[in-house]
């Protein structure tokens, strides 16, 4: 990846270039094994483009990344109200529930692999929950 950013910027160094569909299918197409149409046709479609092998050139690992749910509205925090409780979530395993307030806490956004720390009250009691995100 970081071959394919030097190369588009050395191109764009380039007095007529363009940051385009075409632009960076030249560019990754050389390293991913695909003619600049087929990657142009990946881009297009928003599709993962799964590298093939090319002689003297180092494959690319595709990986899957971790989808970011904290198991309720995000919204939450503004309002200090817990809404939106899934079920089947982990905030739910933890003993997070619709209504109640959030006293403090919070999380990294974006970063699934951090613990999110909330202390909530229903009320009547508070309890202090940390759970992972899915």
């Not at 297009?44 to 749910?69: L, M, R, W, Y």
């Not at 200090?80 to 933890?94: D, L």
Request: hydrophobic fraction near 40%.
């Amino acid at each position: 990846m970081a071959t394919v950013l030097r190369d588009l910027l050395h191109s764009a160094k380039k007095p007529a270039f363009s940051l385009n569909d075409d632009s960076i299918s030249a560019a990754v197409g050389k390293y991913v094994g695909e003619a600049p149409e087929d990657v142009r046709r990946f881009i297009q479609a928003s599709e993962t483009i799964v590298p093939q092998p090319v002689a003297g050139v180092a494959v690319c690992v595709n990986t899957k990344a971790h989808t970011f749910d904290l198991g309720f509205e995000g919204a939450s925090f503004a309002s200090k109200r817990i809404a939106g409780v899934k079920p089947e979530s982990n905030a739910y395993r933890a003993g997070v529930r619709n209504g109640q307030s959030i006293l403090a806490g919070g999380f990294q956004p974006g970063n699934p692999d951090t613990l999110v720390q909330l202390k909530v009250s229903d009320r009547m009691t508070w309890r202090t929950s940390g759970f992972g995100i899915k």
